[in-house]
């Protein structure tokens, strides 16, 4: 969805990304996984980017970090702006300055994101001495106030430790103290919960919360989990297809979602306080294999309220001057109901 | 429902342990046991879905898995319809499995991606020598349409299918036999959103229609509470709290099962609650904490906790039972 002359973007962006095109080399050919994606992220605020696998939300993240697989991997069209800067455009080495020192990343699976052989001292000393210092002691001590931060108890002792001595959770803390370390001015949060119990992702969330309060950095959080979007985040985009079906301020989707993809979703979902074994309304269908898109809206095959229309690419109306959605027929869709 | 009007229970488990060795040191002897499951009583009625509920590591799934007998257990009863399973082999145990059958988590690992669709659909019947070739084969066609799969899904290998699609498979697999009662262990937390309610809809379809009882393990409690009609909550290889499912949300007594609710993330932003967050990690169930396991994470233990273990006593509601010294 273009954003260019979208008012979100008007107030006070830390970061924008304008039609991002993503694509990848695969065996039938070259595939876009993300395709004109635009949204801006505004300063110490918490954008959600929620949709389901495949969807082209993670890949929207890695181009964002500049961290495509190479060689399949290509971002063939669009803009990141950030800080005055097309991150697209930036020489590898500009880049290394600003990943994990502008803009940090919290990855999904903290066993995979941390190096096993290394100790969590050396692996976070890392950061601080490829952006802050070149001392190796003061790296160090500043390892040791950030995991405290994290609320790592005793952090002093667990430098020397190793991951596999932490819990899922204290390893998650120490992604995150990694991606904090700089004090970024965004921070892009991929699943950071998906692979943790719910205690301790309650713990981890109210984590991000509290250091967003005291550091006041932006955070692009990416889920699929609904819940977590209407816990964390100010505003939310929802992808689908690799491209973006709706975006607005988190109480205005959840209230009065006006992309049928959206209110298909949030139908779906089992809750608490809805009646036992009746049966969940449901999203027909799948989505289409990327190299088998519908002209026009790629939701068509899925959606109830399909007409001859839909085969046109949709339009990208505003239903409020910060609510924004790709949908030829949202005028029409009958009032929303949970 | 009064525990008069409550029908024989299909499957009665008492006092099941499951204790696995841990082997340690140089000879790798087995000096210590993981408490997996340590003293689990629960029943199940006909046609009834009783969820399981806890974190990773609390015993859930290796309830589930002894339940069908993938597990020997170390101790306890395990009795459907009338006979013990926990000690039964050969025979006896192959008839009793026709009418148990499980559904996995993962879609991919539980289905030999060397076989055709149609042959995983018709092991069961092969195993139970039910049938000739034609007739299974009109089976598994039946099965295949009654699971929301397209005619030609028999001749295809699993590959082919999404998600959604697979763990449908996984289902013609497990009622192929018109069991009694099927384990489903995590079966809908691998799928996306869309497709989650679209296998949990099949599932309640296919209880109705087959009078099917189920054992519902999984993590997410809003799933959980929406298939089951009672639900128990592990914590470390115990049930800390049993009621129905309406109970458990409404009126829940153990400060874990308080905890775990308030910990769910509402997909409503005017409802952001206060949180009731819990402090530190689940103990290893190789060491379990003396008195009540929940007692290092509990925000109200005592120093009773610490010492006296719980049992699980009826509180409020008719059925309703929980493992904590005190009535919060």
Redesign the interface.
Known sequence: MPSADAPLSAIDPVLEVRDLVTSFDTDSGRLKAVDGVGFSVRRGRTLGIVGESGCGKSVTAFSIMQLLPRPMGHIDGGQVLFEGRDLTQLPPEEMLKIRGNRIGMIFQEPMTALNPLHTIGRQLSEVFLLHKTTDRRAALAMSVEILAKVGIPSPEVRVGEYPHQLSGGMRQRVVIAMALACKPSVVIADEPTTALDVTIQAQILELMQALQDEMGMAIILITHDLGVIAEMCDDVVVMYAGRVAEVGPVDRIFAAPSHPYTRGLLASIPRLERPRKTRLKVIEGLVPPLNQMPAGCRFQNRCPFRTDICAQPPPADFVTPDHQVACHRWRELPAFQP | MKPADRPAPLLEIRDLAMHFPVREGVFLRANNSCRAVDGVNLTVAPGE?LGLVG??GCGKSTLGKCVVRLHRPTAGQIIFQGQDLAHAKGAALKAQRRQLQMIFQDPVESLNSRHTVGDIVAEPLVIHEIGNAASRKARVRDLLAKVGLPADAGDRFPFEF?G?QRQRIGIARAIALEPKLIVCDEPVSAL???????V??LM??LQREMHLSYVFIA?????V?????RIAIMYLGRIVELAD??TI?RAPRHPYTR????????????R?QQ?I???G??PSPIHPPPGCPFHPRCPHATERCKVETPALRPVGAEGQVVSCHYDL
Request: glycine share 2%; no cysteine.
């Open positions: 879905t974190e990773s999404s959604g996306d959103v869309s497709i989650q309610s679209q949990l809809n309640l379809d993590h997410n409690l809003a799933v509470k929406h298939v089951s009609d499912a309406e949300y905890a775990l609710i308030s910990a769910i993330p509402v997909p409503d932003p005017a952001r949180r967050v819990l402090q990690d689940v």
